[in-house]
């Protein structure tokens, strides 16, 4: 009964400035995560040198790190799940 009263409940002007903070913050981690991740998975030209340093499974494993991360954030910031303890 008490979850249901807290969303019920009517926010102040504070913390709906502090949603929108948080939802504007998620979305674009989350996409800058997601482009992070396709930069690794297919770097350009450029920046080809530096990435075939390192060992190229891990590249493609941070990568999909990168886009699991960054779908995560998406997700969160789609929810607006903030207040809830």
Do not use: H
């Amino acid at each position: 009964m008490a979850l249901e009263e807290f969303e019920k409940q009517q926010l102040s002007e504070r913390e709906k400035g502090f949603i929108r903070m948080r939802t504007i913050t998620n979305y674009g981690m989350g996409l800058f995560m997601i482009l992070v991740g396709f930069f690794f998975m297919f770097p350009i030209k450029l920046t080809r040198v530096y990435i075939n340093q390192y060992d190229p499974l891990l590249i493609r494993i941070f990568a999909v790190v990168c886009w699991l991360y960054g779908a995560f954030r998406l997700y969160r910031g789609y929810r607006k799940d903030y207040f809830r303890n």
